[in-house]
């Protein structure tokens, strides 16, 4: 199967994973985690990109951000990985890829799935079993969103704003749903859109994304489209 375009709308945040190569180690010592999050402010500042959450775990990178341009992500994460390859080649005297290919992306319906992501992402070490409780770990977002850090890369989105009237009330509020579970349905449904570029939505925002892209935000029913005239003309009876 050809692989899919990525989605990119201004505006419209997004979920990114990048692996490391073959799963192996990214981050080796905590500079590693210092100077990748560092650098992830200022390009996304040079590439208008805003970021929410974040994850750095040992072998991988979970995002969630909203570009300002059609470009700014991918410029974003090919400054960011270059940059961060040969600051890990030149300091562990290594050579060769580190990342495992292009990164996996996702088009993110805000209004009914975004602080499911935000929480998804910060809770990458519990369900790792690296911690107990995402306060625990010192590489995510967790500290600024819910705890009282200061986290200067992070640029509060419209559905975090909305929980609160005040600083204080938003990071009560989103501290209170990390007490919830994700159901496994919902995990699997982001992972999925993720690791196959559709579109993570219902089906109004979908249907919007399609229509504004031209591309399928979601795939079709196994078995193929029943209302198409293909499917109905290639169906043997």
Known sequence: MPRLPRLNMPGVAQHVVQRGNNRQATFFGDEDYVLYLDKLKEYGKKY?????????MTNHVHLLVTPSTNDG????????????????????????????????????DSEHYFLLVSRYIELNPVAA??????????????????????IALLTPHASYLELGTSQKKRKAAYRELFKHHIPDY??????DATSKAWVLGNDRFKAQIEKQTGRRASPLP????????????????
Do not use: C
């Open 48 to 56: 208008q990109v805003a970021i929410h959450a974040y994850v750095l």
């Open 73 to 108: 992500v991918s410029k974003l994460m090919q400054s960011l990985g270059r940059y961060y390859v040969r600051y890990v080649n030149q300091t562990y005297n290594r050579t060769g890829t580190l990342w495992e290919g292009r990164f996996k992306s996702t088009l993110v």
């Open 129 to 150: 079993d690296m911690v107990n409780h995402p306060v625990e770990y010192p590489w995510s977002s967790y500290h600024g969103n819910a705890e009282d850090k200061k």
């Open 186 to 191: 919902t995990i699997k449904e982001i992972q």
């Open 222 to 237: 196994r078995g193929g489209d029943r209302k198409s005239k293909g499917y109905r003309e290639n169906k043997v009876l």
